[in-house]
């Protein structure tokens, strides 16, 4: 019985592949550009703006480059979900096997794409840890002059080289990484949110191709406690 029950827990701990976020990042690239170029389309219908850009004119408004800024936030979110949706025709889904990240211990695994790659260079692997907080403003957002404003701090970044010629990504490109003991736990959604004291753990993959450089992007659950701020 107690071999039973050790083959269980294995079997619970036993880490869950992870597919790359090019195409989750892709729909959500493609959604956000569309809310903002409709919100900019709202603007100059509600407030019944003239699309006059002559500042010389008389009747020249220049609440009309609000709906302008907004227009080209969504040009732009178009653009890089545009660019994911191409890297995941291209390369088709990468997939992540590795253990569990926790303060102080070794962060190994593999990342193995669903189709042979041929990069014209050197596979680069990075994780890094990014911290997002408060610069002014109150605790919770608020609109108009209250409105916090949030940066990004990079707190722990290391990169390794893995020598193309020397593994085939189908079948796994190596990783590993000695965490600190002071690295701090992610919390909240592993990949973005505009709240202070937000971590995230980001692992990248990336290498030189004709065309569309190869990337691959995860999110990483760091667990347990850390002691730096």
Not at 10 to 39: E, H, R
Not at 152 to 172: A, C, F, H, N, Q
Not at 212 to 227: E, K, P, Q, R, S
């Amino acid at each position: 019985m107690g071999g039973t029950r050790n083959r269980r827990q294995t079997t619970m701990q036993a880490p869950a592949p992870v597919v790359d976020a090019n195409a989750a990042n892709a729909s959500t690239g493609y959604f956000f550009a569309g809310g903002m170029g409709l919100i900019g389309v709202l603007i100059v219908w509600y407030f019944e703006l003239p699309l006059n850009f002559d500042v010389t004119d008389r009747e020249f408004n220049p609440l009309v480059f609000i709906p302008v800024v907004f227009v080209a936030i969504a040009f732009y979110a178009l653009l890089k979900a545009i660019r994911d949706t191409l890297r995941f025709r291209k390369f088709g889904t990468t997939t992540l096997m590795a253990g569990t990240a926790v303060p102080g211990g070794r962060f190994e695994g593999t990342v193995r794409s669903s189709r042979d790659l041929a990069p014209s260079g050197d596979y680069t692997v990075q994780l890094k840890c990014i911290r997002t907080y408060r610069v002014g403003g109150p605790i919770v957002s608020t609109s108009g002059a209250q409105k916090s404003t949030y940066k990004d701090e990079l707190k722990w970044r290391e990169t390794i080289v893995v020598p193309s010629t020397s593994v085939r990504s189908s079948t796994g490109i190596p990783l590993a990484f000695q965490i600190p003991p002071d690295a701090l736990p992610s919390k909240g959604p592993p990949i973005y949110e505009r709240v202070h004291g937000n971590v995230r753990w980001i692992l990248t993959v990336s290498a030189p191709m004709p065309g569309l450089n190869y990337y691959a992007v995860f999110a990483i659950d760091m667990t347990g406690a850390g002691h730096g701020e």
